[in-house]
């Protein structure tokens, strides 16, 4: 199993940003996809899933601003984040459970910053 986040970057506040995180070495499209930050300091939180068919659940402080979805013919999930606040600064991974074990992928850098 490989999960390969990208798309962070230094943002100002109010801005967007768009992570992707490319999958391989499982069937990607029968598996929940997971979106989990973690800021300095802090434990891991999750900030958004989608299911195999596509029903999505967000972390309250992202909803209405961040949006997931995915796309299984080029075994992709993405995270569209909007509004973005100094807060949101973190650490974001993508991330599944393949046959009982969490995966991670390395995680891709989001600074909100004027």
């Known amino acids: 199993v490989q999960l390969q986040a990208s798309g962070g970057g230094l943002v100002q506040p109010g801005g967007s940003l768009r992570l992707s995180c490319a999958a391989s070495?499982?069937?990607?499209?029968?598996?929940?996809m997971y979106w989990v930050r973690q800021a300095p300091g802090k434990e891991r939180e999750l900030v958004a899933s989608i299911t195999s068919g596509g029903a999505t659940t967000y972390e309250n402080s992202v909803k209405g601003r961040f949006t997931i979805f995915r796309d299984n013919a080029q075994d992709a999930v993405y995270l569209q984040m909007n509004s973005l606040k100094p807060e949101d600064t973190a650490v974001y991974y993508c991330?599944?459970?393949?046959?009982?074990?969490?995966?991670w992928g390395q995680g891709t850098q989001v600074t909100v910053s004027s």
């Open positions: 070495g499982f069937s990607f499209s029968s598996y929940w």
């Open positions: 991330s599944t459970v393949e046959r009982g074990l969490r995966r």
